[in-house]
């Protein structure tokens, strides 16, 4: 199995999405730090798993880490 890079950035919940129909996700919108202003925000489906495999959901304000992962393959030293 072959080696990943990764890197790991801090980041909040700006807030939490309501769906407009009962039948899509609730989402997070999350804001990286570090990245450049107009990226900085992304926005997933607001459903995690816990250590004892229970759904849980973010809360607005709370502090989460965003890993980057790629192959070893997928990257190039940097000069």
């Not at 080696?3 to 980041?11: D, Q, V």
């Not at 202003?37 to 489906?45: D, K, M, Q, S, V």
Request: charged share 35%; glycine share 4%.
């Amino acid at each position: 199995m072959s080696e990943k890079s990764s890197t790991t950035l801090s980041a909040t919940v700006e807030k939490v999405i309501k769906p407009l129909s009962p039948r899509e996700p609730e989402k997070a919108q999350i804001a990286v730090e570090g990245a450049d202003h107009l990226y900085r925000e992304l926005r997933i489906e607001n459903t995690l798993t816990d250590e004892n495999g229970n759904k849980v959901r973010l809360k607005q304000g709370a502090e989460v880490e965003v890993t980057i992962e790629a192959d070893a393959r997928a990257t190039s030293p940097q000069e």
